[in-house]
């Protein structure tokens, strides 16, 4: 197979996936941001690998792209950011704490945890998400495939339904942006454009 034939067939693909898009989890993801928001609550997001960058990038356009001009914040923070902290949970205790044992230092009844796994079974996400639904927080999980035990755990899920992890992560970046676009909206009603953000 040549270049082309590659590129027409993944964009085929990701065409298919996207016709078949969770239009009702996304809405409901975005009532749960913007619930967090107007209560104050914190907004957790993590993930692994590409997952993690793709957690970031939320982070970035929550907290910048959506609410820099206004006085009220939102309260998001990306675990997989803190790189030592990772490394020293890590390395003295398990990678699969590296998550959880960041959000117990900050985490409050009500908190929002999104959890972002391409399998869905990422142990250090699921304990992250364990632990927030078992100190009465609520929590989302962005998966692909057939979602894993993510999609099974969480009050919302959203999965790209593809055996593939590409397009996966393709489609978690496109839900982010679509997030965000909603979310600025919501807080920015009659604003006529974005280009700003």
Do not use: W
Not at 31 to 38: G, M, N, R, T, W
């Amino acid at each position: 197979m040549n270049t082309k034939e590659l590129s027409t067939r993944y964009l085929t693909e990701l065409k298919d996936l996207l016709d078949r898009f969770d239009h009702e989890s996304l809405e409901k993801i975005v009532d749960l941001i913007l619930s967090a928001y107007e209560k104050e609550n914190h907004i957790f997001v993590m993930g692994n690998g590409g997952s993690g960058s793709t957690a970031s990038h939320f982070a970035c356009d929550i907290n910048k792209g959506c609410c820099m001009d206004l006085d009220k914040k939102f309260k998001m923070i990306c675990v997989n950011d803190s790189i030592p902290t990772m490394l020293a949970l890590a390395n003295d205790v398990s990678y699969d704490v590296v998550f959880v044992e960041q959000i117990k230092n900050f985490f409050l009844p009500g908190d929002l945890v999104i959890g972002i796994s391409g399998s869905g079974n990422s142990e250090n996400v699921l304990q992250a998400i364990r632990y927030a639904n078992e100190n009465n927080g609520t929590t989302i999980g962005l998966s692909g495939y057939s979602g894993g035990k993510l999609s099974t755990i969480v009050n919302v899920s959203l999965i790209a339904d593809i055996q593939d992890m590409q397009k996966t992560e393709d489609v978690h970046m496109i839900v982010i942006h679509m997030i965000m676009q909603a979310v600025h909206q919501k807080l920015h009603p009659g604003m006529a454009s974005m280009a700003a953000c």
